[in-house]
Structure formats: C-alpha cells, structure tokens
C-alpha cells in the first residue's frame, strides 16, 4: 500500500510535461537525469496501473533514441548536472516494460 500511495507522488515533485507533449520525470531531486531506464522500471508499476498514457509517452521516448546498433539511450536528457552518460546495457529492461504496458 505505501507504494502505490507514495510513488505517484514522485511524478507531481519531478515530472514535467514538455510542449512537444512528451512526459518525462528527472532521476530524484537532486539529479537531473531524465528518465533512466533502470529508475523507470521502478516507478513503472503505479504509473501503468494509474497512468498509462504517462508510461506509453516514457517507452516512445526510450524507442526514439534508439541507434542503429541496436542500443538505447540509458538517459532521456540530463546528465546529473553533467553530461549524459553513455548508451549502455539498460536497453534489456525494455522488452519487460512494454510488456507490463501492453499488459496494462
């Protein structure tokens, strides 16, 4: 119970939508990392349960930064007020979110 009720208030302190209309969350409050993967699949329970429009925006976003070598980008933007890191093996964790999503 204290999950549910306590993760989706993370998405009102550190998302944002974008004009473009895309949603995306910042890592914690004290990094700037928009939407890492791994951190993603944490907080993908209560946003597919409660807001899958928000999940759906997320997994198009990891979808559209994928490379011809077939990696994604770990990181949507930010870079915990560095630069980004680089595309890593993160990219595992996407075949299970856009199941749990499909799911929904």
Same mark, same amino acid.
């Given at each position: /119970? +204290?999950?549910?009720?306590? %993760?989706?208030?993370?998405? =009102?302190?550190?998302?944002?939508?974008? /004009?473009?209309?895309?949603?995306?969350?910042?890592?914690?409050? =004290?990094? +700037?990392? !928009?939407? @890492?993967?791994?951190?993603?699949? !944490?907080? %993908?329970? #209560?946003?597919?349960?409660? *807001?899958?429009?928000? &999940?759906? &925006?997320?997994?198009?976003?990891?979808?559209? &930064? /994928?490379? @011809? +070598?077939? *990696?994604?980008?770990? $990181?949507?933007?930010?870079?915990?007020?560095? @630069? #980004? #890191?680089?595309? &890593?093996?993160?990219?595992? $964790? *996407?075949?299970?979110?856009?199941?749990? !999503?499909? =799911?929904?």
């Amino acid at each position: /119970q +204290d999950f549910l009720v306590n %993760s989706p208030y993370t998405f =009102a302190r550190t998302g944002m939508w974008w /004009q473009s209309g895309a949603w995306r969350q910042q890592e914690s409050f =004290a990094c +700037d990392d !928009l939407e @890492p993967m791994q951190i993603h699949q !944490l907080r %993908s329970i #209560p946003m597919t349960l409660f *807001f899958p429009r928000l &999940s759906e &925006s997320v997994m198009r976003g990891y979808a559209a &930064s /994928q490379r @011809p +070598d077939g *990696f994604l980008a770990h $990181v949507l933007g930010g870079g915990c007020f560095g @630069p #980004p #890191p680089a595309p &890593s093996s993160t990219h595992g $964790v *996407f075949g299970p979110l856009s199941v749990e !999503l499909l =799911a929904g």
